[in-house]
Every structure is written in structure tokens, then in C-alpha cells.
């Protein structure tokens, strides 16, 4: 069962923007950093933010993160075609001692 | 090239066992935490264990603990994971990981594991 809450689905046309909340609490997002993961259709996950905000080589400067208190947020800005894949969050969990995926979020374009 | 490449997957029973590695190359593997990340069919991400650069310390999430076991060989440069007393639950892609800083930044492709009951 996650501990990290994310919207089931989220959609958009290609050029919109699009956002990601991800809710957690106290033990993890409040107090760690906060990481995003991209799922292309059957393919393994790639890291696509760390520490809350950054962005690894190659990522596009569309994909931006943020956190605030116990949640946080993926931005996708100018959403394209191939941005259509499942994005979880994660974060350490001190209570857990534990890693922690969100639920994860279909993203469509529609 | 950093690559990771898990092999062991397969149809096992309930109750028994089964090993996964994971061999990897393109980085100095003693330098980093290690990491395995489950996905049961049509499911989400799930954290399965992780392990530090000498070994010396491992975290496993509760559903497999006093079940699974993750080890390393820094000399062969691949990543273990022992499943014992396997459950229908278990079954799901398990993925090695490169862990910096409790970031997953370099994954596998997963090998499968079907529990039968």
C-alpha cells in the first residue's frame, strides 16, 4: 500500500500544461527529498527529477518539481506525444526506514 | 555506458525459492548503494531493498522481510537478491537499481517473477 498519494490520470492537448501532486506526510516528503520517475509503455522507469527540483542530463527543461510542507509536484509544461507514460514520486520514509513510490499518474495526450 | 542487467526470473511455486543477480558494468559498482524496485503486473512501483557500498547495511520494506535477502560481490561487480518462501503476491518485474543519494538513476530492464499457487 503507498503512502504517497497521486492522482490516478491526468490529461492535456499537446501545448498544455499539465501538473502532478503527489501527498505524502510528516516521515517522508516533509523532512526528505523528493524524487521523480518516468515510465514509458513497457519500458523499465528512468529518473526524471532529484532532489525535489532537479533535473538529470538529458531531462527537457518542460519537466520542473517542487515541494512544499508534505507534498509535492510535477510541472509539465508544452505537453508533447511522447510525455504519455506513468510518473510516480518517491521519497525516503524516516517512520518506514523505507523508500516510498506514489500511487503514480497516467499522463494522456489527448 | 552504465548497464544493468538482472537475470534469475521465472515460474517458481509458492513456498519456494529463487535468486536474481544483477550484473552490471560502465561504473565502479563499490561506490554505490544498490537497489531492487518491484511492479506487479499492471501495478505501480514498489521498493523492495537496498544495500550499502560494503554491504554493512541493508533495508528491505516489511512485506519481505525475514524473506528476502540482498547481497553483493563487489569483485564479480553484481547485485543479489535471495526470495525464500515465496508468496502469489510476489509476483512482479523486479528491477535492479543504481541508489545515489536516494536516487534510483540507472535501472535495469527487469527480469520476471510468476509465483504459481
Known amino acids: 500500500q503507498s503512502v504517497l498519494t497521486q492522482p490516478p490520470s491526468v490529461s492535456g492537448t499537446p501545448g498544455q500544461n499539465v501538473t502532478i501532486s503527489c501527498s505524502g506526510s510528516?516521515?517522508?516528503?516533509?523532512?526528505?527529498?523528493v524524487y521523480w520517475y518516468q515510465q514509458l509503455p513497457e519500458t523499465a522507469p528512468t529518473l526524471l527529477i532529484y532532489?525535489?527540483?532537479r533535473r538529470p542530463s538529458g531531462v527537457p527543461d518542460r519537466f520542473s518539481g517542487s515541494k512544499s510542507g508534505t507534498s509535492a509536484s510535477l510541472a509539465i509544461s508544452g505537453l508533447r506525444s511522447e510525455d504519455e507514460a506513468d510518473y510516480y514520486c518517491a521519497a525516503w520514509d524516516n517512520s518506514r526506514s523505507g523508500y516510498v513510490f506514489g500511487t503514480g499518474t497516467k499522463v494522456t495526450v489527448l | 555506458e552504465v548497464q544493468l542487467v538482472e537475470s534469475g526470473g521465472g515460474l517458481v511455486q509458492a513456498g519456494g525459492s529463487l535468486r536474481l543477480s544483477c550484473a552490471v558494468s560502465g561504473f565502479t559498482f563499490s561506490n554505490y548503494w544498490m537497489t531492487w524496485v518491484r511492479q506487479a503486473p499492471g501495478k505501480g512501483l514498489e521498493w523492495v531493498a537496498n544495500?550499502?557500498?560494503?554491504?554493512?547495511?541493508?533495508n528491505y520494506v516489511d512485506s519481505v522481510k525475514g524473506r528476502f535477502t540482498i547481497s553483493r560481490d563487489n569483485v564479480k561487480r553484481s547485485l543479489y537478491l535471495q526470495m525464500n518462501n515465496l508468496r502469489s503476491e510476489d509476483t512482479a518485474v523486479y528491477y535492479c537499481g543504481r541508489w545515489e543519494v536516494a536516487a534510483i538513476d540507472s535501472w535495469g530492464r527487469g527480469t520476471l517473477i510468476t509465483v504459481s499457487s
Open positions: 544495500i550499502k557500498e560494503d554491504g554493512s547495511t541493508k
Open positions: 510528516s516521515s517522508n516528503i516533509a523532512i526528505n527529498y
Open positions: 532532489r525535489n527540483n
